[in-house]
């Protein structure tokens, strides 16, 4: 009996100590890790029309699917230098729609807001803020260019452009309307005038006339804040029957396409009308009449493409979600976020600078819109514009409609 008592104790003494052995092992420390990610934000500016004219016009949209790109970076692991990754946070500030309120604006994130990338602004303001970012040393990326001084060019080694400007959506537009009308050949010439003509015309009737269109008569232009367009469709009409089409080049809102075509279909003329500005031709069709409007195109991306690229994609689907099937996909600044994301992490750098000089070196660059190639030296006296493919949207039907993606290729 005495026996068994004791082998049963022994029996519960190895238990206990085999158990307090695996419990010892359990809780010896483990090998070294290697460091975990840390996670900080990265503030970037966006100048842009909060107020004014040019947000009801561009802006508006333009910001919407800013703001939905840096959501989705970030839902992606954002950009990542090292170990850390960096959550994009866009600091907004406002152009008013003017000049004085673009350097404003631009003074205010370099100094008061301190960020070193900045996004914006669009269209003919630029050279407002370039003599505040170059200075400093803040990489800008403008949501729009004419090809004027102190836009991009040599004076601007911060600077850097997509394929979002006059020169290439005009080239877009006017390889799209070549394509689909191989015969036509004279056109009307209309652009607003924000004092970028004598800049970026040149370059735009060179393109017309390597895809040999003729302009028929002088350039017609009118102020951005027109209201009667019926004058310059007078000027239109009075150049005769030798017109063959309407091309309206850079960057007017829809209300401008708008009136025009308005104009000409009552005074019964129905030739092509063809627009270099990324507006939607629905927005067109709703200040002309969709029966007035058909078949007019703009260079700009149209929702449920099958030949747009994934992200973009994804992009025009949450962008549709929110804002609903009408609203433009206005992707000028979205882009550039993306080829920012992408320079820094080649550069493995927050420096301004070193993610200029890496920017520089890269040959090609992928673009939520299709490879990219870094070109423009002879045109813009600086190799900073990063060239990929645009899409082009045709009213048919009475419904916004994918035109094709062309080709934009290198621009000297």
Not at 54 to 75: C, G, Q, R, T, V
Not at 248 to 253: F, I, N, Q, R, Y
């Amino acid at each position: 009996m005495k026996r068994a008592v004791f082998i049963g104790m022994l029996w519960l003494l190895l238990a206990f100590l085999f158990a307090a052995g695996c419990a010892e092992q359990a809780e010896a420390p483990e090998g070294p890790k290697s460091p975990e990610s840390s996670v900080e934000t990265l503030r970037v500016g966006g100048i842009f029309a909060l107020t004014g004219f040019w947000n009801a016009a561009f802006d508006n949209s333009i910001m919407k699917m800013l703001d939905e790109a840096a959501i989705y970076i970030n839902e992606h692991g954002g950009i990542k230098v090292g170990d850390t990754q960096y959550m994009i946070e866009i600091v907004y500030e406002d152009t008013e729609s003017n000049f004085d309120g673009t350097a404003s604006a631009a003074n205010r994130l370099v100094y008061e807001k301190e960020v070193d990338f900045i996004i914006g602004p669009a269209e003919h303001f630029t050279p407002a803020a370039t003599p505040v970012t170059e200075p400093a040393g803040v990489l800008l990326f403008p949501g729009w260019y004419n090809v004027v001084p102190d836009e991009i060019d040599a004076n601007t080694p911060y600077t850097f452009g997509t394929c979002q400007g006059s020169l290439p959506h005009g080239m877009a537009v006017i390889k799209s309307m070549r394509r689909d009308y191989p015969d036509i050949k004279k056109i009307a010439f209309l652009s607003p005038d924000d004092g970028a003509i004598p800049y970026i015309i040149p370059h735009v009737e060179k393109v017309l006339k390597e895809e040999g269109f003729e302009p028929v008569g002088d350039l017609i232009p009118f102020p951005n804040e027109t209201e009667d367009f019926n004058p310059f469709v007078a000027r239109i009409l009075d150049l005769g029957d030798e017109v063959e089409a309407v091309f309206v080049e850079k960057s007017p809102g829809p209300a401008a396409v708008g009136n025009i075509t308005k104009g000409l279909r009552e005074a019964g003329k129905d030739y092509p009308i063809f627009c270099g500005s990324p507006i939607s031709v629905a927005d067109i069709a709703t200040v002309a009449g969709l029966e007035a409007a058909e078949g007019i195109r703009t260079p700009i991306a149209t929702r449920n493409d099958p030949e747009m690229p994934p992200v973009a994609a994804e992009l025009a689907r949450r962008i549709t979600e929110k804002y609903g099937e009408d609203f433009p996909l206005s992707y000028q600044s979205a882009i550039s976020l993306f080829v920012l994301k992408e320079a820094i992490e080649a550069a493995q750098s927050l420096d301004p600078t070193v993610v200029r000089d890496t920017l520089e070196s890269m040959e090609r660059i992928d673009t939520i819109y299709g490879p990219g190639v870094l070109c423009g030296e002879e045109t813009f006296g600086i190799k900073h514009i990063i060239s990929h493919p645009l899409p082009v949207q045709i009213l048919k039907d009475g419904k916004p409609s994918p035109g094709g993606w062309i080709e934009i290729g290198y621009i000297p």
